[in-house]
Every structure is written in C-alpha cells, then in structure tokens.
C-alpha cells in the first residue's frame, strides 16, 4: 500500500460526457502528480501542484483541468470526454526535498468512455 | 526531445539474466530510476541511481548509467516468474521542483 488513495477505481462514461477523479497523497506529501496511462502512448506526465499551486504542465489537453485543494487532496476534471480518453489516470505523491524524489502511485482510476 | 526511449517487451527464461535498456534526454537530470508496475497495480519505485554514480547494486538488481551515451540499463538477475511486470526508466530533470519523465515501459515476460 503506497499510502495514496485514488477514487473511482473504475469509471464507465459515455462521449461528451465530463468526470472527475479523486486523489488523496500520503500524509506529508506536498506535491502530487497525475499521469495517463494508456497502451499505445505510455505513461505520459499530465500535471503537477504543489501545496495547491501548479508547479509543472505536461501533455494536459484543454478539455482537462486539475486542482489541489487545501487539505492537499487532488481532483481531475476530464470533460467533453472522447473515445480517446479512455485510459488508467494515476495520482502520484511526493514529498518535495525528499531524497531520491520517490513518486508513490495510487492503484489508479480506469476510465472507460463508450 | 522529451522522450525517455525504451524497448517495449523482453522474453526470458526463468533463472537467466534480463536487461532492460533506456535511453534518457537531459544530460543533467539528477536522479534515474527504474519503476516496477505489477498487473493490476500502481508503480513502485525499484531501484534508483544518482546521476554522479556509474553502477549501483542491489540484491539481484544491478543498475549500470552511461552518461557519456544517456544510456541506463537495469539488470536482474536469476530472473523470477514474479519479475514478470512492467518496468518503467525515468529521469527526474532539475529545476526546482520534480519532474519526472517516464519512458513507455518494457513488459518483461519470464518463461517457467
């Protein structure tokens, strides 16, 4: 148990649609990171916050958009969803100054968009 | 480029050595590291090397860094049908705050 919390574990959803994912980190952990993973891209780095702030943008399409809250707990909002989407989004947390920067996943969310 | 370059599957047979090769982009990321996803499972962090290093080992694993060639290479030894999972090499560019790149994975299938 990597001590991060992703919910839902599954999601199916229909075109056009919009969602959004839930993550906890691990207590401490400052920063948290969200990454899609899917069979023909790999895992690809979407968006970074840390201690509420975006710190770092990767490939985050227009339709999506993230936020951290106060508690640090994280959501990503998928919307106008398409075929194309579907995929396994994984929350990742960090404690910012750690040592060897060690990302700790959650077990992922599985969106399926039909 | 931004890509970490791996090869996406390797077969062995149990008991033998496997190498996993990656090629990363940014001469002064400061950590690379080998990630384990199991079926079903988030990744776990495997082992890791601090880029002023050439070699670290742990256990079965050993991880060799060229930073001549930006070539990182994990081998396992004796491998284990439980090595079977997806192995992930990532870079961790500086700049303040963490920013890890992650290669496509290399599905490692070990044959009983």
């Known amino acids: 148990d990597s001590g991060v919390t992703q919910t839902p574990k599954h999601l199916i959803t229909a075109t056009g649609q919009r969602v959004t994912l839930r993550c906890s980190p691990r207590s401490g952990d400052l920063s948290v990171y969200w990454y899609q993973q899917s069979l023909d891209q790999g895992l690809q780095f979407l968006i970074q916050?840390?201690?509420?702030?975006?710190?770092a943008k990767g490939n985050i399409l227009e339709r999506f958009s993230a936020q951290q809250f106060p508690d640090l707990h994280s959501e990503l909002n998928l919307s106008s969803l398409e075929l194309g989407d579907s995929a396994l989004y994984f929350c990742a947390s960090s404690v910012r100054g750690g040592d060897t920067g060690e990302l700790f996943f959650g077990e992922g969310s599985r969106l399926t968009v039909l | 480029g931004e890509d970490v370059e791996q090869s996406l599957f390797l077969s062995v047979r149990e008991g033998d050595s496997s190498v996993i090769n990656c090629t990363y982009t940014d001469s002064s990321s400061t950590y690379l590291y080998w990630y384990k996803q199991e079926p079903g499972a988030g990744l776990q962090l495997l082992t890791y090397?601090?880029?002023?290093?050439d070699m670290k080992q742990d256990q079965r694993l050993t991880v060799l860094l060229n930073k001549k060639d930006k070539h990182l290479s994990l081998r396992i030894a004796d491998t284990q049908t439980g090595d079977s999972a997806i192995y992930f090499c990532?870079?961790?560019?500086?700049?303040?705050?963490?920013?890890?790149?992650f290669g496509i994975g290399t599905k490692l299938q070990v044959i009983p």
């Open positions: 916050y840390y201690n509420g702030e975006e710190r």
């Open positions: 090397i601090f880029s002023n290093m």
């Open positions: 990532a870079e961790d560019r500086p700049g303040g705050y963490q920013k890890v790149t």
